[in-house]
Nanobody, 131 residues
Framework: QVQLVESGGGLVQAGESLRLSCAAS????????MGWFRQAPNSGNEREFV??????????YYADSVKGRFTISRDNAKNTMYLQMNSLKPEDTAVYYC??????????????????????WGQGTQVTVSS
C-alpha cells in the first residue's frame, strides 16, 4: 500500500506561483508512475488531468491548459513528487490530487493521463487563485 499526502496549496493572486508536494509513505515511489489531477468547483466527480511523470522520470505529459506554466518532477530519494505552478490563473482554482500506480513492469515507460489508471490517491489540497 502507498499512502499519498499533498501539501502546498493555498490562496494566491493571479500571476503568482505555488509549489505542490506529494509525499508518499508505505512504499518507495521508485517504479511508480505518478500524476496530478484537479477537480474544480461544480465539476461533479470528474477529475481533470494536469500532468504525469513516468516511473523512470524520463517521460512527462502535460495538459494543454497548463503546458509552459506547470512543471512536474519527482525525487525518489525523498519519496516525493512536485508540481511547480507558475503564472497561475483563476481557472486553475481547484482541489489538486496526486495519484500513483506501480508501473515498472507494466509495459512502456509512459505517463498515464486517465484517472482510472491510477490505484492510489491522496486526499487533495485546495488551490485558489483570485483575479
Amino acid at each position: 500500500q502507498v499512502q499519498l499526502v499533498e501539501s502546498g496549496g493555498g490562496l494566491v493572486q493571479a500571476g503568482e506561483s505555488l509549489r505542490l508536494s506529494c509525499a508518499a509513505s508505505g512504499r518507495t515511489i521508485s517504479g511508480y508512475g505518478m500524476g496530478w489531477f484537479r477537480q474544480a468547483p461544480n465539476s461533479g466527480n470528474e477529475r481533470e488531468f494536469v500532468a504525469a511523470i513516468s516511473w523512470s522520470g524520463g517521460n512527462i505529459y502535460y495538459a494543454d491548459s497548463v503546458k509552459g506554466r506547470f512543471t512536474i518532477s519527482r525525487d525518489n530519494a525523498k519519496n516525493t513528487m512536485y508540481l511547480q505552478m507558475n503564472s497561475l490563473k483563476p481557472e486553475d482554482t481547484a482541489v489538486y490530487y496526486c495519484a500513483a500506480r506501480y508501473d515498472q513492469y507494466s509495459g512502456p515507460d509512459l505517463p498515464r493521463k486517465r484517472q482510472v489508471e491510477y490505484r492510489y490517491w491522496g486526499q487533495g489540497t485546495q488551490v485558489t487563485v483570485s483575479s
